[in-house]
């Protein structure tokens, strides 16, 4: 790994890891403005039975919004795999792979920590209350959150697993 510290690498991964969160943040609360609903698949299951299915307009949101953030965080770990190829030119494959997995996991911690923990369970602002949910406990539910978050750990692991192997694939290539 040449000279850079895994300190120094880290760092940058958590800088890249924020601003996944950021954008993640900024369509999320976007999508809520342009409709109340297309979120409701991550809501504890007492609310998605009490709220019922997503609107035609929640639908067109969440599409749109998935693409957003998927051409978004893509874009983001390609700027952050291309300043890794400046970092630590000769960076193996596991480097590659803590590198890429601590900046997917900044994101899935912001998302537990900040938008779960603090937002939606602490402060609970009418934008992420779905209506006729008001009154529901279950807005209160860390368990089902820290479900959400292990779920998470996995699917940012076999994002960082795919992220090196493309990263070695293109490198192979050049």
């Not at 300043?83 to 537990?112: C, E, K, M, S």
Request: some cysteine.
């Amino acid at each position: 790994m040449n000279t850079i510290s895994w300190g120094t690498l880290a760092g940058w991964a958590a800088l890249y890891g924020l601003a996944v969160s950021a954008l993640f943040t900024a369509v999320l609360f976007g999508g809520a403005l342009a409709a109340r609903d297309p979120m409701v698949q991550d809501y504890p299951p007492a609310i998605r039975e009490r709220y019922g299915p997503k609107s035609p307009r929640g639908q067109r949101v969440a599409r749109w919004a998935g693409l957003v953030v998927a051409i978004g965080v893509v874009g983001i770990l390609a700027v952050a795999l291309m300043h890794l190829t400046r970092l630590a030119p000769n960076a193996g494959a596991l480097v590659v792979f803590g590198y890429a997995w601590i900046i997917l996991q900044t994101f899935n911690l912001f998302d537990l920590v900040v938008l779960d923990w603090l937002i939606v369970v602490t402060w609970r602002p009418a934008l992420v209350v779905l209506p006729g949910t008001e009154d529901m406990p279950d807005y209160r539910d860390l368990g089902f959150h820290v479900r959400g978050f292990a779920k998470g750990l996995l699917i940012c692991t076999v994002g960082a697993a795919l992220a090196t192997a493309v990263y070695i694939l293109l490198r192979a290539l050049s």
